[in-house]
């Protein structure tokens, strides 16, 4: 099990580089959080506990092939039971710096198996921001993000396809939070 903590943030966003700048950080009252990563046929799920180590969310992450070829890692199911198709991309299979991904996904909720509702359709962009050798602790580290209509993410993930921070803008407020990696622990 992984622990973040998690923080409140105010930013800004940079849409021609679609970088979050963080420039206020306060106490988030559901710090620390612990997610658990299990496989599964579906994909990946993310597994949420709160800072007391209960069961609090789920989310389910997968492989994603474009019809180019060029496949990503995305979001494919939330916290509320929404699928979104095609996956909503936070990290490349094969990274290239500066490369830059548009679509658009559609969500749908999900009842007794079958898809009920078109919740939303999500017009996205996606950027492999950077590659650093070392940052800050951690070594190999890619930046992307995700544009959404409403919202805007930068994320660290390790070579290994392992999460190490994310910060979550949204865009009316410019505000959010981040979850920063700090350490692995016991299951509960």
């Known amino acids: 099990m992984r622990k973040y903590i998690i923080r409140e943030i105010e930013g800004a966003w940079d849409s021609s580089t679609m970088k979050v700048a963080i ?10 959080q612990y997610i658990r990563v299990e496989e ?12 007391n180590k209960n069961r609090s969310g789920l989310m389910v992450n997968a492989w994603w092939k474009q019809r180019s070829g060029l496949e990503y890692f995305g979001e494919i199911r939330n916290n509320d039971g929404i699928r979104v198709y095609p996956a909503l991309p936070i990290m490349e299979k094969e990274p290239e710096v500066g ?3 548009e679509g658009v996904s559609f969500a ?28 800050g602790p951690w070594s190999n580290i890619w930046r992307t993000a995700l544009e959404e209509q409403k919202r805007v993410y930068n994320y660290l993930w390790s070579s290994e396809y392992e ?26």
Do not use: C
């Open 163 to 188: 999460l190490m921070s994310v910060w979550h803008l949204f865009k009316d407020t410019m505000q959010g939070y981040e979850r920063l990696y700090t350490g692995d622990v016991p299951d509960p």
């Open 99 to 101: 490369r830059k991904l």
């Open 108 to 135: 749908f909720s999900l009842e007794d198996g079958f898809y009920l509702t078109k919740y939303e359709e999500v017009t996205w962009t996606y950027k492999t921001i950077s590659f650093h050798e070392t940052l």
């Open 23 to 32: 420039t206020k950080r306060s106490p988030h009252v559901n710090s620390p």
């Open 40 to 51: 599964d046929a579906e994909g990946w799920n993310y597994i949420y506990y709160d800072r």
